[in-house]
């Protein structure tokens, strides 16, 4: 059983697994747009958002290989010319995406009460201008 209340800033333990450093940046970033996803993405849709992220075009040749090497190391599973993630995959991209929050927050372990800090202010925000009528 995975233990699913694990956050980015927990101490990493003696008997934590060493990091699998097999995943690029842009495994990773096709990874999280996959994972995120509301229904399995294509190719073409994988490409636009990892573009919108990155600021970039992504063309869909350039992630083939990439993406085939998920596919081999089962970090991801077709479906349809759709992809989603696996239980693999997420296993390869949680130290790496941790990493990224620690390395954001450069080691101060401020990120998740920066974030909560923000969630609380838009909250407040949205109570300050009464009834939203939709």
């Keep these: ?43 073409e849709e994988i490409c636009h958002v990892i573009g919108e992220w990155f600021e970039c075009a992504v063309d869909p040749t350039s992630a083939a290989a990439p993406i085939e090497h998920m596919l081999a190391n089962r970090w991801v599973a077709e479906e349809s010319h759709c992809f989603r993630a696996t239980e693999e995959g997420r296993s390869a991209a949680r130290p790496l995406m941790n990493g990224i929050i620690r390395m954001l927050d450069q080691g101060t372990r401020l990120i998740d009460v920066a974030l909560m800090m923000s969630v609380l202010r838009l909250s407040k925000g949205e109570l300050d201008h009464g009834l939203r009528i939709l």
Excluded at 24 to 32: D, Q, Y
């Design 1 to 43: 059983m995975i233990d699913m209340t694990a956050v980015a800033n927990d101490p990493r333990t003696a008997d934590s697994p060493g990091c699998d450093w097999k995943m690029t940046v842009f495994e990773l970033a096709i990874f999280m747009c996959v994972f995120r996803a509301g229904r399995a993405p294509g190719l």
